[in-house]
């Protein structure tokens, strides 16, 4: 059985995060993309052919990505591959992931199949420390067509929700709805499915001849509904980060410094790895005054900082407070600067003496590369 | 198989054992031993090769060599994994000739791989060594030496008058040139010590190393038979001056002391540094540090992958690192991979790797001005047991 695993880096809606980022390769927890997790899920289930799925931006994911090898991923055979659109007389720029599944074919249908290959699926705006080898077992045991991971306490009536389920008492599936704010007694789908590859490969191409192109409506509620196909509910349960708003965001990076999340985000079993910067160990000065914060390598710490998450190189030079923030590789924040409640994207300088307050629920969002 | 000719390739001795470090080498290499909160010594000579353009380094290993050949592993750290670049460990063999065994010395070491040099066919070789903590352009040293038309050149460094009987100590004329080698002399007649980095034509060291072996009475060793059989010859060998940072780690007092000298806003040794002097190391997939209400940071490195609850001050904690409440780290180096329990209290220590301190122990004390500091040393591995005492100087 071989496993090859399909990865979407989505067109996501994070307003300046995401201007010239896939949801992948937004940054996350001090050194890492949001694409690590589901690479490295990936990686230490044995997954060693995976497919990068992208339509726009792809530069920067491309960028951290490299070749693969800090995911050992280089390799002869198998390997890493990006699946970004390309025109031609059979290809198009796709409207879901069915189409861009399809215009991925030669990828899926590259390498040999033994019959009962399988195909992992995932995202990259949910993040979670998923033990895949289990859910593949969980899968063939089944004996289901397709599997999905969900994570129950999601759906809350008001957060719309890409897939959500409904299961009965014995864990059969009795609802289904898709991008619809699902109430608290359904599931939230967490993007992850498993499927065998034959059924994928000639799904796919009979969904994309009927002109259908979305992968949760179409595929999955749509066979579900009709009686083709059975589903295997795998309900994760450890801690799920839904990125999919820029206050999700800022919430689900402030609570990296809770231990519980963090150590099952960063789960000791599945290391999650990424990309390799070479910085020196971060510097706390003399009047440095840190509390409660997940700080990244290289940064340079002289005034106060409470509650934050520092990225990788951040500046915080004497006399500055800051407070409830994500601040970014290489930003700096100059000497007296006041901050609360802002995100400091990539390479950010606030100069002596700014002021910037945000709140919890509209965190302030300072573009890569600004001064402020 | 075809190996591009190179202008330089260095030889970088990793094989000595390091008995000074004591309990810190007992089973781990010198060049193995952990440094700067990420970094392990033989990343900065490695790093200098990178960073001046070396791209093909011979590493020379005899000593507890696991550790060490598997951190250098196939080089890719620091980018010596390409088509025509290398970081080949070189462990001793067994074959059918003089070459056979183990490195009997420094030179030794070098004769007995004379094969790996010629593959690539250099003009010049740089001899390095893992026991130093420095950066230095080694390409501005091989200009100099092709300048000069010298067949081998010195680094050297001025060092203090009285401590110049510890060293190989240069004599030179006004043009730099050394008309007298002196290993470790009573009486010394100048400060310029040799950092034992030297710059060969390889013609010529290939030459020396064949007929040094033809020798029954040599040590077989750079410093004491190769640079002086060398200048006798009358080989015109040079000193390159290097004032940067520079030291020689091969005591728990100056692996301490160098620790120390990368702190600081200033620090004397500064581990950052512009393109061309970033110190490359092999990186461990750890997550960022946290850092507690609790805890209390004040001029210290700490690395990633650390949970810091308790209160550090001038030291270096490397990655992996665990810090309980109420605990106190000072003037101390932290291994890797280091549990301090709750109101543990480390003073002037190193602790080796994955070493543990339990809840209220104490290890090391403080000193005063100017009194000797005795730091005490914890091996891989070993526990501190709680509400124990681990006296200063004291090795455990």
Request: some cysteine.
């Amino acid at each position: 059985m071989n496993v090859t695993g399909i990865i979407f880096t989505n067109d996501a809606t994070m307003g300046e995060l995401t201007n010239k980022r896939t949801s992948g390769s937004i940054p996350f927890g001090g050194r890492y993309r949001q694409i690590d997790w589901a690479l490295s899920n990936m990686t230490c289930a044995g997954i060693r052919h995976i497919g990068v799925i992208s339509r726009h931006s792809y530069q920067s994911l491309m960028h951290h990505i490299g070749d693969g090898e800090e995911w050992g991923l280089e390799l002869e055979e198998g390997g890493l591959e990006f699946l970004t659109p390309y025109a031609s007389a059979t290809n198009y720029l796709y409207r879901g992931k069915l189409e861009s599944i399809y215009n991925a074919m030669d990828f899926l249908e590259y390498s040999d199949n033994d019959g009962d290959d399988l195909v992992v699926m995932s995202d990259s705006a949910i993040l979670a420390n998923v033990d895949l080898a289990d859910v593949i077992r969980s899968h063939v045991a089944s004996g289901k067509h397709v599997t999905v991971v969900t994570k129950a306490g999601i759906a809350n009536g008001e957060k719309k929700l890409d897939l959500a389920l409904k299961l009965d008492d014995n864990g059969e599936v009795a609802d289904m709805v898709v991008d619809f704010a699902a109430a608290e007694d359904y599931v939230a789908s967490m993007d992850i499915f498993v499927l065998s590859k034959a059924r994928l490969i000639s799904w796919v191409k009979e969904m994309v001849a009927r002109d259908k192109y979305h992968m949760d409506r179409d595929l999955v509620m749509g066979g579900w509904r009709r009686g083709q196909i059975g589903i295997n509910v795998y309900q994760f349960a450890g801690t799920a980060l839904y990125n999919e708003s820029v206050e999700e965001y800022f919430a689900n990076s402030l609570s990296l410094i809770d231990k519980e999340t963090r150590h099952d985000i960063f789960n000791g079993n599945h290391p999650v790895y990424t990309k390799v910067r070479d910085r020196v160990p971060t510097y706390y000065g003399e009047k440095c005054d840190i509390e409660n914060c997940l700080i990244a390598d290289g940064c340079m710490l002289e005034g106060e900082v409470e509650d934050s998450v520092l990225f990788r190189q951040v500046s915080i030079e004497e006399g500055a407070e800051v407070e409830n923030c994500i601040i970014m590789n290489d930003s700096v924040v100059g000497a007296g600067a006041e901050l609360k409640y802002v995100i400091l994207d990539k390479n950010v300088t606030v100069t002596p003496g700014a002021k910037l307050i945000g709140t919890k629920k509209n965190p302030i969002v300072v573009k890569r590369g600004e001064t402020v | 198989m075809y190996f591009e000719k190179k202008r330089v390739i260095a030889m970088l001795l990793a094989g000595g054992q390091g008995s000074r470090l004591h309990v810190l080498t007992r089973k781990t290499a010198k060049p193995a031993v952990p440094f700067g909160g990420k970094y392990r010594i033989i990343d900065f000579p490695l790093s200098n090769c990178v960073n001046s353009g070396i791209d093909t380094v011979g590493i020379l290993t005899q000593y507890q060599p696991l550790e060490l050949n598997e951190y250098i592993g196939n080089g890719q750290p620091w980018g010596l994994n390409k088509t025509h670049s290398c970081a080949q460990v070189l462990p001793p063999y067994e074959r059918n000739d003089k070459k056979s065994g183990w490195f009997e010395g420094t030179a030794n070491a070098i004769y007995k791989n004379i094969d790996f040099v010629d593959r690539f066919d250099p003009d010049y070789v740089v001899i390095l060594s893992g026991d130093h903590i420095y950066k230095m352009d080694y390409n501005a040293m091989v200009d100099y030496h092709v300048k000069n038309d010298a067949s081998v050149t010195i680094a050297v460094r001025t060092v203090p008058l009285a401590e110049a009987s510890r060293f190989g100590i240069l004599n030179t004329n006004p043009d730099n040139s050394i008309y007298e080698f002196e290993e470790k002399p009573k009486q010394p007649k100048s400060t310029n010590a040799s950092m034992g980095i030297y710059c060969f034509n390889w013609s010529v060291l290939r030459e020396a190393l064949i007929a040094d072996e033809e020798d029954p009475n040599s040590d077989k060793d750079f410093g004491k038979n190769i640079i002086p059989n060398l200048l006798n010859a009358g080989h015109k060998m040079m000193a390159y001056n290097f004032d940067g940072y520079w030291k020689d780690v091969g005591t728990i007092d100056s692996l301490w002391e160098a620790n120390m000298e990368t702190l600081g806003k200033n620090p004397e040794f500064d581990l950052r540094g512009g393109k061309r002097e970033t110190i490359y190391a092999r990186n461990s997939a750890l997550p960022s540090s946290y850092i507690d209400e609790d805890a209390k940071i004040v001029n210290a490195f700490v690395a990633e992958g650390c949970e810091v609850y308790g209160k550090v001050v001038h030291s270096v904690i490397s990655v992996g690192c665990s810090i309980g409440k109420g605990a106190l780290i000072e003037d101390s180096v932290v291994m890797p991979g280091v549990v301090i329990e709750d109101g543990a209290i480390v003073r002037h220590a190193i602790l080796g790797e994955n070493s543990k301190v339990g809840k209220n122990a104490v290890v090391g004390g403080a000193f005063a001005e100017g009194e000797k500091k005795q730091i005490s040393v914890t091996s891989k591995g070993a526990v501190v047991e709680a509400n124990t005492v681990l006296l200063p100087g004291e090795m455990l």
